[in-house]
């Protein structure tokens, strides 16, 4: 990971599940986990995408990416959304995952709306 240039993620801006019970292969927004009728939410995923390297490069970032997640213990999945590659972790797991990828030189770059509401 030392290797590469200047990584920035963003947070995508909403929550997420696996798609009809698909772990690992397709996602689909979900309700904030607050607002959720669920009192375990084991299956809120929050999804990460990559600001900084063109379409197939992106790609290869995000593999190495995933392989330094996986190395300290947190499962995640690169699936393409909206056309790019994204990565999605379970919701509990951020605060961990994004720590150490700020750890290893990976800017996370806050999601702003165009339209804030103040």
């Known amino acids: 990971m030392s290797t590469m240039k200047l990584s920035v993620l963003q947070r995508l801006p909403q929550f997420y599940h696996w798609y009809a019970g698909e772990i690992g292969s397709r996602v689909e927004p979900a309700l904030l986990p607050e607002l959720s009728d669920k009192t375990d939410n084991d299956d809120s ?4 995408k990559l600001l900084s ?7 290869e970032v995000m593999h190495k990416i995933s392989q330094y997640l996986n190395g300290i ?6 699936i ?3 056309g790019e590659p994204c990565l999605f972790i379970n919701s509990q797991d951020e605060p961990i995952a994004l720590c ?19």
């Open 80 to 82: 393409e959304n909206e």
């Open 100 to 118: 150490r990828l700020k750890n290893i030189g990976i800017a996370i770059a806050d999601f702003i709306p165009v339209n804030p509401s103040f």
């Open 73 to 78: 213990g947190i499962e995640n999945s690169i």
């Open 53 to 59: 390297y063109p379409d197939r490069q992106a790609w």
């Open 45 to 48: 995923l929050i999804g990460l």
